[in-house]
């Protein structure tokens, strides 16, 4: 076995960027149209495409065929014969919706259960948790978690909306009232929702550069510019308002609300497509099944720290088995560095020029937005040349 070229899917959702994607990749800028989100993986919906030693395979058929050759047979026997994780490169010019995912126990029973009902709504895709973290490639703003409900409460407040009172109260009773605020926003009649919003904008004009809570006021304005009438809005400004520079990340496990509202990053996750809205989407949201999964707790900071774990490379400690991701960079002058990872791994390039190799194989060049694949039977792997690769991997 050898490092494969890997091929990844684009994604062209309508929030996605004509500029990020093309620009990495080197291809004319703007692009024909939006691309948000470059998929590599093996995820039944968008697989990846590797050259292997028969040609150009779907990297899912070739697990498919030869699992522990690919995966490793510790991966195997934990997980089937199915990549775990999915790396993607997100690239987001509006705001995507406010969602969550539920964990990997809730999946599975949620899962089997609208299976056997033909009649129930379909909306879960399939029986896996979704727990996902986001290294940002250039300035990334996100909504992640709840902020202090307290502090919620007096951004509430300042806008001078009675009939924002209920929202309000439940607010200001802590930790204990969240839920009831977020159903109180979320089940808001329908015919009353444009008014309400209209009526958040105008008061948030009226306070904005004028008052302490001047960026909630300027997030909701945004918001609703692209999202009128959606009571997201209201939802988004009890969430904590992050500002990731070049190189930060954010963790989102089960039950934590979240959205990101412009930039690009690297984004790794489970292997799966769980998603529950909670507003700012055209799509479905239901607010029922939402509230069965949320966390209601507060997070006090979003912002997880990255860990060196040898010269050139960093990583983000994350608790799950599904995934982990690695940051190499080298500057053309050290020797190639080992990849401190086995199993199956994918190794994306996003600047300069890189070359990964097992010990026996012709290296696979890697340039940014281009991408290789390493079986478990490659075994040891190095990345050598002048630039920066994720590296996205199977905890040991």
């Not at 030693?53 to 990297?59: A, C």
């Not at 010019?93 to 969602?99: F, I, K, N, Y």
Request: aromatic letters at 6%.
């Amino acid at each position: 076995m050898s490092v494969f070229p890997l091929t990844g899917v684009i994604r062209p959702y309508a929030w996605g960027s004509r500029s990020v994607l093309a620009g990495l990749q080197g291809r004319p800028v703007p692009s024909e149209g939006p691309e948000a989100e470059l998929w590599l993986g093996a995820h039944p919906a968008d697989p990846s495409t590797v050259i292997g030693p028969n040609g150009r395979v779907d990297l899912a058929a070739l697990i498919a065929d030869d699992p522990k050759g690919q995966l490793g047979a510790e991966v195997a026997g934990e997980f089937g014969a199915r990549l775990p994780y999915l790396l993607k490169v997100l690239a987001a010019e509006a705001p995507l919706s406010l969602q969550a995912h539920p964990d990997a126990a809730y999946a599975r029973a949620a899962f089997a259960a609208q299976e056997a009902n033909p009649d129930a709504p379909r909306i879960y895709t399939d029986s896996h948790h979704k727990p996902e973290m986001l290294v940002a490639l250039t300035p990334v703003e996100a909504l992640c978690g709840f902020r202090d409900p307290t502090v919620s409460a007096e951004v509430l407040s300042a806008l001078k909306l009675p009939q924002l009172a209920r929202v309000i109260a439940a607010l200001q009773a802590g930790v204990e009232g969240l839920r009831d605020a977020v159903e109180l926003l979320l089940r808001w009649p329908a015919e009353n929702r444009p008014a309400l919003i209209e009526a958040v904008v105008e008061a948030a004009v009226s306070h904005q550069g004028h008052d302490r809570y001047a960026d909630s006021f300027a997030l909701a304005i945004d918001l609703a510019s692209h999202y009128p009438g959606d009571p997201g809005v209201l939802v988004a400004l009890l969430l904590n308002h992050v500002r990731l520079a070049p190189g930060e990340a954010i963790w989102m496990p089960a039950g934590n609300l979240h959205a990101y509202l412009n930039g690009a990053g690297v984004e790794i996750m489970a292997a799966s497509d769980n998603v529950l809205r909670g507003g700012l989407s055209p799509k479905r949201v239901d607010v029922a099944e939402l509230l069965r999964i949320l966390r209601f707790e507060v997070l006090d900071e979003p912002i997880l720290p990255a860990t060196p774990v040898a010269p050139g490379v960093l990583t983000w400690r994350v608790p799950v088995r599904e995934f982990a991701l690695y940051r190499i960079e080298l500057d053309g002058t050290r020797p190639p560095i080992p990849v401190p990872a086995a199993g199956p791994r994918i190794v994306l390039g996003v600047a300069g020029q890189t070359f990964v190799a097992d010990e026996h194989g012709t290296p696979a060049e890697v340039t940014p937005g281009t991408a290789a694949f390493a079986p478990a039977d490659a075994g040891a792997i190095t990345v050598a040349g002048a630039g920066t690769v994720f590296v996205a991997a199977v905890p040991a």
